[in-house]
Structures are given as C-alpha cells and as structure tokens.
C-alpha cells in the first residue's frame, strides 16, 4: 500500500482522537509538502480545530480548495502577528 495515499475508510472505525490524528497527518504532509512549509503545523491544527472531518476530506482531495483555505489562514496568522 503506498503510504502517501489516505484510504477514508480507516475513518470508519477509528475513535474521535484517532480520526483526527488520521486526518491531521495526511492534512500536514499536504501541507507541508505542497504549500506552507513554515506554519504547516499551525495551519493544520486550525484547520482540524475549526473543520468537521468531512470538510478535511474534501480538502485532502481538493489541491485548489486547500490551497485556498491555507492562503486565508496565512493571511491570518500575518494579521494577528501584526496586533
């Protein structure tokens, strides 16, 4: 099994801690090694914060939704260094 792909249906069964965990580890590896190297940790944990996993799901396979989603927490993180 290619470890790079996310198979949803380990959600299945997996508890609420553990399907976090499951999506935040693929959510940071897209992260970091497609956008946000810098703040990948802190994008993924506010995005898992204010995200329902459905949500995360549909990031995970939407490139240009993600993208869009990091840029405006980007833009936030800046906004909130500059207070």
């Known amino acids: ?9 380990a ?6 801690e553990n399907r976090r965990k499951l999506l935040g580890e ?3 590896s897209l992260v ?3 956008l946000e190297h810098k703040n990948a ?20 396979e939407s490139p240009e939704s993600l993208k869009t989603i990091v840029v405006k927490a980007m833009e936030l993180l800046r906004n909130l260094a500059h207070q």
């Not at 099994?1 to 249906?9: A, L, N, Q, S, Y």
């Open 26 to 28: 693929h959510l940071y």
């Open 32 to 34: 970091v090694d497609q």
């Open 41 to 60: 940790t802190k994008i993924t944990s506010m995005l898992l914060e204010i995200l329902d996993s459905t949500k995360v799901l549909h990031l995970m």
């Open 1 to 9: 099994m290619d470890t790079d792909v996310f198979e949803p249906f």
């Open 11 to 16: 959600l299945t069964n997996a508890t609420l």
